[in-house]
């Protein structure tokens, strides 16, 4: 059984606008959409959604936590964030993961054996340098 997927939350906002993600990504959500609990999304990622918005960086169809709510009543998972976590986040081994909600996303997979999805580059690169899994969307 492969492990449960959480989202990025560049991830989260295509996957909730049905936009197109590589075949790979494709594949692994389907899959992981046919087990409950085996998409993940993170607290920190409806704190990042509120923050494009207030800034106008997207434009949503509903207020930023009625959306994020959606994507909860349609069967995603939502990850734990216990203290262990966020100090976690500090403790990263080197890289070059500079934003504090890449930081938290990479220790919340770490920590309960996630793979990762997004596009963002340094989480990439922190996923080729052995640190966590990532798929790549």
């Given at each position: 059984?492969?492990r449960?997927?959480l ?6 906002i295509w996957?909730?606008?049905?936009d197109e993600l590589?075949?790979?990504a494709?594949v692994?959500?389907?899959e ?12 920190i990622?409806?704190?990042?959604v509120g923050q494009?918005?207030?800034k106008r ?9 009625s959306?994020f ?6 069967g995603?998972a ?7 976590v ?9 890289s070059?993961?500079?934003?504090p ?23 990439l690169?922190?996923?080729a340098d052995g ?7």
């Open positions: 059984m492969s449960p997927i989202l990025d939350t560049c991830a989260l996957v909730l606008n049905s590589q075949a790979d494709k692994a959500l389907l992981a959409a046919e087990r409950p609990g085996q998409i993940i999304v993170s607290p990622s409806a704190w990042e494009l918005v207030s960086r997207i434009k949503l169809v509903a207020d930023p936590l959306w709510q959606e994507a909860l009543d349609d995603m939502l990850a734990p964030m216990p203290p262990s966020l100090v976690a986040a500090s403790f990263l081994p080197a070059g993961l500079r934003d909600a890449d930081r938290i996303l990479a220790a919340t997979a770490r920590a309960f054996g996630y793979r990762l999805m997004t596009r963002d580059r340094p989480l690169d922190f996923a640190h966590l899994q990532a798929i790549a969307c």
